[in-house]
């Protein structure tokens, strides 16, 4: 993955064999503190969900998240890479270790997208993906109400909770969303052919 400072991008990995990665609250709760604590330092978050067996972030990344590190080995990869990486595969390593289990727990290869502007009048890219990556326990049936959905940063901009992990602020001027209409606008029914051109 090669990031551009104050780009957006759409960041995503899913389970080996669509396996699950989160087996209990606890596992969530672990996995979102080692995100504050590694991803943070390179990149603003703006939106996250994180699913049983698949994972959402939408990020813009700093300057020294794109910087590559001299290393003794001579890797020329940027910090934010590296530490997307070394976030999965730590993870990885403490579920192995809970559940007494060998072998891959991520797809190989993490997916970022940057978003580029929209050709549909009227459609924000970032608020677009924000909106989709909140949707996803609702589609796949976890819940009846985004609101229920612990595990994404909806509730911190519906005003439910006060997270620390998402840049609120950014992220409202990028995605040009109004907080007092955020809920409804949750909801809307995005289609199917833009979230795969805009977002994947």
């Given at each position: 993955?090669?990031?551009?400072?104050?780009?957006?991008?759409?960041?995503?990995?899913?389970?080996?064999?669509?396996?699950?990665?989160?087996?209990?609250?606890?596992?969530?709760?672990?996995?979102?503190?080692?995100?504050?604590?590694?991803?943070?330092?390179?990149?603003?978050i703006?939106?996250?969900?994180?699913?049983?067996?698949?994972f959402?972030?939408?990020?813009?990344?700093?300057?020294?998240?794109?910087?590559?590190?001299?290393?003794?080995?001579?890797?020329?990869?940027?910090?934010?890479?590296?530490?997307?990486?070394?976030?999965?595969?730590?993870?990885?390593?403490?579920?192995?270790?809970?559940e007494?289990?060998?072998?891959?727990?991520?797809?190989?290869?993490?997916?970022?997208?940057?978003?580029?502007?929209?050709?549909?009048?009227?459609?924000?890219?970032?608020?677009?993906?924000?909106?989709?990556?909140?949707?996803?326990?609702?589609?796949?049936?976890?819940?009846?109400?985004?609101?229920?959905?612990?595990?994404?940063?909806?509730?911190?901009?519906?005003?439910?909770?006060?997270?620390?992990?998402?840049?609120?602020?950014?992220?409202?001027?990028?995605?040009?969303?109004?907080?007092?209409?955020?809920?409804?606008?949750?909801?809307?029914?995005?289609?199917?052919?833009?979230?795969e051109?805009?977002?994947?």
């Amino acid at each position: 993955m090669q990031f551009i400072a104050g780009k957006v991008y759409h960041v995503y990995n899913r389970g080996n064999n669509s396996q699950c990665i989160y087996l209990s609250k606890a596992n969530y709760l672990y996995f979102l503190s080692k995100v504050q604590k590694m991803l943070i330092p390179d990149c603003d978050i703006l939106a996250y969900c994180l699913m049983p067996n698949h994972f959402h972030f939408l990020i813009q990344p700093n300057e020294e998240g794109c910087i590559i590190p001299q290393t003794s080995k001579g890797d020329k990869i940027q910090s934010l890479s590296r530490n997307i990486g070394v976030l999965q595969s730590s993870y990885t390593r403490a579920i192995q270790k809970q559940e007494g289990i060998k072998g891959s727990l991520f797809q190989q290869k993490t997916k970022a997208k940057m978003l580029e502007p929209s050709k549909w009048p009227g459609k924000n890219t970032v608020a677009t993906c924000l909106h989709y990556i909140h949707q996803n326990p609702l589609k796949a049936g976890l819940v009846t109400k985004l609101e229920d959905w612990e595990y994404s940063s909806f509730q911190d901009f519906a005003q439910i909770r006060n997270g620390k992990l998402c840049n609120i602020e950014l992220a409202v001027n990028l995605a040009e969303i109004d907080l007092l209409t955020f809920r409804n606008d949750s909801y809307g029914v995005m289609r199917d052919e833009i979230i795969e051109k805009v977002i994947f």
